[in-house]
């Protein structure tokens, strides 16, 4: 008899550790997920202008205008037919505000080139970012 009594009372209370960890994990989860959607509308809002782009084996410049109030916190640059990866710039450029950013690209790959795909990203949380796919730059690289 006591056997079941304690058998039953420690089903119980696996039951509602399951349970309060679910809740919190699915509340937790809705969270990220708003934030997440939240972001994704920001994003088109976004709206960049190339004041200059320029490069110089294996390495560019590009200044970049936000046209929008709107705090963008990392940039992909992406040298159109280059065949290493995208070079990644983490680098707050506030709203409203100009600043310049170097990146690389694989000058064998690459050749001389011609064009950068710029794609902003806001940021979600510490680390984690959302991609502004639809609001891509593409500047054509002088100098």
Known sequence: ???TVLLIGFVIAIILLVFLWGKNY????????????????????VSLGVVKA????GSGEIVIKN???????????SVVG??????????????????????TYDEA???VPNNV???PHLRVAIGHYVPCSKQKVTARLSC
């Open 82 to 103: 280059a065949a290493g990866e995208p070079s990644e710039v983490t680098s707050k450029l506030g709203g409203l505000e100009t600043k310049s950013y170097a990146f």
């Open 54 to 57: 320029c490069w110089s084996g």
């Open 117 to 119: 795909d710029i794609i």
């Open 67 to 77: 046209q929008a109030d709107i705090p963008i916190h990392k940039f992909v640059f």
């Open 1 to 3: 008899m006591v056997a």
């Open 26 to 45: 699915i509340e937790e989860l809705a969270e990220k997920r708003g934030l997440l959607a939240e972001k994704q509308q920001l994003c088109t809002r």
């Open 109 to 111: 790959s690459v050749g």
